[in-house]
């Protein structure tokens, strides 16, 4: 990892904001990716928007389109050079795509958090005042 890469990681780390006009990379385009980018462009943000399935409903309304599988190395790469943060529409991305995009961009939530849907609703309801319905733990997915 570059020094500059690392010390953005670092300052998203602290908390910081991510800029209106910042590209946010969002790994799955379902509805949920597909209603994420239509909020963030609201805001002025511009989504990027990675998925194996090239019909995916994100697609229609982001900025910016993959279509790659989510071991495909390369490809990933190349996406998180497009874009200022990373973030998931679904826990199902698998662990080591997220442990490498985590790498080289600011990835929310973090990859230990994004893989389990229990965990996720503990860290938001906890940390966020949220109310959820009761999480169960899974079997994480690889």
Same mark, same amino acid.
Request: aromatic share 6%; net charge neutral.
């Given at each position: =990892?570059?020094?500059?890469?690392?010390?953005?990681?670092?300052?998203?780390?602290?908390?910081?904001?991510?800029?209106?006009?910042?590209t946010i990379g969002i790994l799955g385009?379902?509805? +949920?990716?597909? =209603?994420?980018?239509?909020?963030?462009?609201? +805001?002025?943000?511009?989504?990027?928007?990675?998925?194996?399935?090239?019909?995916?409903?994100?697609?229609?309304?982001?900025?910016?389109?993959?279509?790659?599988?989510?071991?495909?190395?390369?490809?990933?790469?190349?996406?998180?050079? *497009?874009?200022?943060?990373?973030?998931?529409?679904?826990?199902?991305?698998? *662990?080591?795509?997220?442990?490498?995009?985590?790498? =080289?961009?600011?990835?929310?939530?973090?990859?230990? +958090?994004?893989?389990? *849907?229990?965990?996720?609703?503990?860290?938001?309801?906890?940390?966020?005042?949220?109310? *959820?319905?009761?999480?169960?733990?899974?079997?994480?997915?690889?």
């Amino acid at each position: =990892m570059t020094d500059s890469v690392a010390q953005e990681a670092a300052g998203a780390e602290r908390g910081q904001i991510i800029a209106p006009g910042s590209t946010i990379g969002i790994l799955g385009g379902g509805q +949920l990716g597909r =209603m994420t980018a239509l909020a963030a462009a609201r +805001l002025g943000y511009r989504v990027h928007s990675y998925c194996p399935e090239a019909d995916s409903p994100a697609f229609q309304v982001s900025a910016a389109a993959t279509t790659a599988a989510y071991d495909d190395r390369d490809a990933l790469a190349r996406f998180a050079g *497009s874009v200022d943060v990373i973030t998931f529409e679904f826990e199902n991305v698998p *662990s080591a795509t997220a442990e490498l995009l985590a790498a =080289m961009k600011p990835t929310r939530p973090r990859p230990q +958090l994004a893989s389990d *849907s229990a965990k996720c609703k503990i860290f938001s309801t906890g940390t966020r005042g949220a109310r *959820s319905a009761p999480a169960c733990a899974s079997r994480p997915w690889t």
